[in-house]
Nanobody, 127 residues
Framework: QVQLVESGGGSVQAGGSLRLSCVASGYTYGSYYIMGWFRQAPGKEREGVAAIDSDGSTTYADSGKGRFTISKDNAKNTLYLQMNSLKPEDTGMYYC?????????????????????WGQGTQVTVS
């Protein structure tokens, strides 16, 4: 079972930047995983922000295209989300998620149903 721990959230003014990190452990050796960032604002459903598959291919929600960048450092087992030009509507709890293990590479999507391991979340507030 994969364990995920996020960090890097905080309060910033509109137009500012934050970089979220997610350290993962518990991977099954030789298997494939997808990784993603999700967010949830009060009273709203959890939504996908960005995802990355084992080959490094990325997917972004329209809301973050051109502003957010998802990346990973396999040597450090760490997933990142660089967020620039932040807007008040980006406010929410941000979650790191992992899907897998898979026997073959899988395209990473933005549906929460594709992921079976979740971090505890890190709060992002943009004012």
């Amino acid at each position: 079972q994969v364990q995920l721990v996020e960090s890097g959230g905080g309060s910033v003014q509109a137009g500012g930047s934050l970089r979220l990190s997610c350290v993962a452990s518990g991977y099954t050796y030789g298997s494939y995983y997808i990784m993603g960032w999700f967010r949830q604002a009060p009273g709203k459903e959890r939504e996908g922000v960005a995802a990355i598959d084992s080959d490094g291919s990325t997917t972004y929600a329209d809301s973050g295209k051109g502003r957010f960048t998802i990346s990973k450092d396999n040597a450090k087992n760490t997933l990142y989300l660089q967020m620039n030009s932040l807007k008040p509507e980006d406010t929410g709890m941000y979650y790191c998620a992992a899907g897998g293990p898979f026997l073959n590479p899988v395209i990473a999507g933005l549906s929460p149903d594709e992921y079976n391991a979740w971090g505890q979340g890190t709060q992002v507030t943009v004012s």
